[in-house]
């Protein structure tokens, strides 16, 4: 395994984990806290981190071509972390407690289209 290839699957799994506790925790609290958009942020930042390792290591060519679904779905997963972390952050600024005890619907539904490309590149990883 290339140094490439490792820095990018231990930075995603890594985004896996944050994201993770961020989202079943806030779940769990029944509320949006602080913590948790900090969470969903430093998740962003290491699945972004390691999709740009991954799409450098796929343009090399040195592990085959790009998965088109794989491609598609992880950028789409990426612009919905965005959106998700800001409007956590919006929603936390607000101080309205109905959209603070609500967020967590929306926390959900992305970690769930979050799992399609993060599952589809475990597969395709396997031999």
């Known amino acids: 395994m290339s140094t490439s290839l490792g ?44 999709t740009t390792v991954m799409t450098q290591i796929a343009r090399s060519g040195t592990a085959g071509a790009a ?30 407690e109905r959209r603070i005890k609500a967020f967590h619907r929306l926390s959900i539904a992305v970690w769930l289209i979050w799992l399609v490309p993060y599952v589809i590149g475990m597969f395709m990883g396997m031999h």
């Open 67 to 96: 998965n088109p679904v794989h491609a598609t779905t992880g950028a789409i997963a990426i612009a919905l972390m965005m959106f998700h972390a800001v409007w956590a952050t919006v929603t936390l600024a607000s101080h309205d």
């Open 7 to 50: 820095i990018a699957i231990v930075a995603i799994t890594l985004a896996l984990v944050f994201y993770t506790v961020g989202v079943w925790s806030e779940r769990g609290a029944g509320r949006l806290r602080a913590w948790h958009v900090v969470m969903f942020w430093i998740g962003l930042v290491f699945d972004t981190t390691g």
